[in-house]
């Protein structure tokens, strides 16, 4: 374990102690913003068996619908999780097992909402438009994603890592 009075090796002049901090806090906004878009999708799949519209799906959408509402609650609970996680570890020292479980936690979480969106668009589109028409806006969304959130971060960690050895 390092020490927590030594500055750490990022550039920044902050102990530990203080990265973690910010760490943490950081982590946190990013929660926020994934716990808004999975709000917002859990409120508008739980919207839908009041619909008249709902009694006509066939098996295939009604069972698409409820794997979304699974997924929302599961999402929500990850997001959740690095909450129940510091009430747990609070006092006890372990600001890094802290950050380090909730990023990871974080990165689960993303896929879950990217996932939620890939299945609530493809319930959407195959309502509205027909099984194609899901499944081809499903599988276009789920390329999307892949791209933007996997690729993109990758691919400028790649070049961050590059212009650091150069």
């Known amino acids: 374990m390092s020490d927590p ?4 090796r990022n550039g920044r002049n902050e102990s530990v ?22 709000q917002l999708l859990a409120g508008f799949l739980l919207t839908l068996p009041f ?3 709902f009694q006509t799906l066939d098996d295939f959408q009604v ?16 997001i959740l999780l690095p909450v129940s996680v510091h009430r747990r570890l609070f006092r006890l020292r372990l600001k890094e ?19 939620l969106s890939v299945g609530t668009s493809a319930l959407v589109f195959d309502v ?13 969304l789920l390329a999307a994603l892949l791209v933007l959130l996997v690729y993109v ?14």
């Open 128 to 140: 509205t438009a027909g099984r194609t028409a899901g499944l081809t806006a499903g599988a276009a």
């Open 17 to 38: 102690e203080e990265q973690m901090d910010r760490n943490w806090i950081e982590l946190l906004q990013e929660l926020r913003v994934l716990q808004t878009g999975v």
């Open 153 to 166: 971060p990758v691919r400028l960690r790649q070049r961050a890592t590059q212009r650091k050895t150069t």
């Open 63 to 78: 069972n698409l619908y409820l794997a979304n509402v699974a997924l929302a609650a599961l999402t929500t609970a990850l």
């Open 51 to 53: 619909q008249a519209r």
């Open 5 to 8: 009075a030594a500055p750490a």
């Open 97 to 115: 097992t802290l950050v380090s479980s909730a990023d990871r936690i974080a990165k689960v979480a993303l896929a879950g909402v990217g996932l």
